[in-house]
Every structure is written in C-alpha cells, then in structure tokens.
C-alpha cells in the first residue's frame, strides 16, 4: 500500500513539474531569433535594426502602444512596409513566440 501511495504522490509531482519543463525560454527564443535586429536590451540599434528602423521596445510608450496578440500576430504573419520586408513571417511553434514576447515585456524601462 505504501508502494502505491508513494507512486502516486510522485506522479503527481511529476505531471505537476511538466508545464514547467516544456515551457519556452523567452529569454532564449528571443536572443537566437529577435536579438540580430532588436539587440539584446530590445532598443534596435544594431546594424540590422537601423537599417529596418525597428522600434525601440525599451520604450514604455513603445510597449504600450501595442498587445501581445498583436505582437504575436506581426511575428507570425511578418511585417512588411510598403514593398518592403521588415520580417519574414516566423516559423516558430506559437508557444515560443508568446514566451519571446514575454521576455520583450521585461525589457521595458
């Protein structure tokens, strides 16, 4: 009985810990996909980012003027201006792209 208990208490931890462990690192998502334009402090200052003029997401006002679903709908989709491409349309999983939005999040000062 014992045994049994004892099962049971550690599958539930196990299943417990599961989101967790499959949850996207935001931090990581955005560092190997976002960073080459937006840099590391999301100001987009570097080459790339200067040349496509990418928004400072820094910014407060920057980050308030727009939600995650919209966000997550401009990475998906990508976003163009007039004909030209600011980003190619992305292909990572959904659950990826939310968490690389969180991570932008805390890079508002």
């Given at each position: 009985?014992?045994?049994?208990?004892?099962l049971?208490?550690?599958?539930?931890?196990?299943?417990?810990?599961?989101p967790n462990?499959?949850?996207?690192?935001?931090?990581a998502?955005?560092?190997d996909?976002?960073?080459?334009c937006?840099?590391?402090?999301?100001?987009g200052?570097?080459?790339m980012g200067q040349?496509?003029?990418?928004r400072?997401?820094?910014?407060?006002?920057?980050?308030?003027?727009?939600t995650d679903?919209?966000?997550l709908k401009?990475?998906?989709d990508?976003?163009?201006k007039?004909d030209?491409?600011?980003?190619?349309?992305?292909?990572l999983?959904?659950?990826d792209i939310?968490?690389?939005?969180a991570?932008l999040?805390t890079?508002?000062k």
């Open positions: 009985m014992k045994n049994i208990a004892f049971a208490v550690s599958a539930a931890l196990v299943l417990a810990a599961t462990i499959l949850a996207a690192d935001g931090k998502v955005y560092a996909n976002c960073t080459k937006h840099g590391d402090d999301g100001k200052q570097t080459k040349k496509l003029e990418a400072d997401y820094s910014d407060a006002k920057v980050q308030d003027s727009f679903a919209e966000a401009s990475i998906k990508g976003m163009k007039a030209k491409t600011l980003m190619k349309p992305s292909e999983a959904e659950d939310k968490a690389s939005i991570f999040r890079l508002k």
